[in-house]
């Protein structure tokens, strides 16, 4: 396998956020977003969608927003770090390995629970700001909704970086393919 070029290498690295761009990425965080949005709403929303419940914006747009921006993160970092590990390894050798060893072996499990509690805790904090705003008191708060805030960011976060590591190694091959004298 050819060493990787290291003009191909440091542009990864330094320009991460257009590499992303240019490979889809907000289209495919758009498309989980409002699949994994809709199904939140039905799921925690029944009552107002079919019945004659209120439907409650703040939790309405936190389902959109939580996954379009975790997955949106995600695969960016995810990204940079294939680069970087191409960098550091000096080569492009990679071998297909199970997902779950892809999650284990390159850092993901760090950056996912990082990005978890991070997004876990803003949106706590807008929902508790909001609500008690509002007047209502801790009692208030949306327990299911709170936990949803920080499990599924992690959930998110390790199937999204863990393919779009394993899409980036395969990208970058063929980039530095591409260009073997540059």
Known sequence: MKKPTQKVISQGIERPLACALYKG???????????????????NQWAALFGNQSIQYLPLILVYVTPF?????????????????????????????????????????LRVLSLGLTVGTLNTAIVTTVILSNGGSVSDLPVTLLAQSYVLPVLFGLVSQSISYRRAITT??????????I
Not at 25 to 43: C, E, K
Not at 172 to 181: E, F, Y
Request: charged share 10%; glycine share 6%.
């Open 69 to 109: 921006v975790v997955v949106t993160v995600s695969q960016v970092v995810a990204i940079r770090a294939a680069f970087l590990d191409v960098l550091i390894a000096n080569n492009i050798g990679f071998q297909r390995e199970r997902l779950v060893l892809t999650f284990i072996r390159h850092g993901i499990p």
């Open 172 to 181: 970058i091959s063929a980039m530095c393919q591409a260009a073997p004298g």
């Open 25 to 43: 990425v907000p289209r495919r965080a758009a498309i989980i977003a409002f699949v994994i949005g809709s199904v939140l709403t039905a799921v």
